[in-house]
Nanobody, 119 residues
């Protein structure tokens, strides 16, 4: 069994920074792509950023130049550095991982962490 545990959310003023972390725990697995999604109240969940196991990254246009995704494969952890935060970044942030167990691959989600940006 694999679990994704997120940390690092909180309340910050506009223009501030937060760093989210998501660690995968368990045994016998290999991680392919990882990513961060977010869901604001009354809106659908949207992709924020992804990173492959070759460190290729992709960002939604609204966060380009402000957010940075990175991963530490030795720690099975993905990070999201969020700078120049805006009130519209307020949402629950979820990490996501494509994980191979044996001969099958699965999509796992973290429990979500709240990010609130005040104006």
């Amino acid at each position: 069994q694999v679990q994704l545990v997120e940390s690092g959310g909180g309340l910050v003023q506009a223009g501030g920074s937060l760093r989210l972390s998501c660690a995968a725990s368990g045994s016998g697995f290999r991680i392919n792509a990882m990513g961060w999604y977010r869901q604001a109240p009354g809106k659908e969940r949207e992709l924020v950023a992804t990173i492959t196991n070759g460190d290729n990254t992709n960002y939604v246009d609204s966060v380009k130049g402000r957010f940075t995704i990175a991963r530490d494969n030795a720690k099975n952890t993905v990070y999201l550095q969020m700078d120049s935060l805006k009130p519209e970044d307020t949402a629950v942030y979820y990490c996501n991982a494509n994980i191979v167990l044996g001969l099958k691959w699965y999509v796992y989600w973290g429990q979500g962490t709240q990010v609130t940006v005040s104006s």
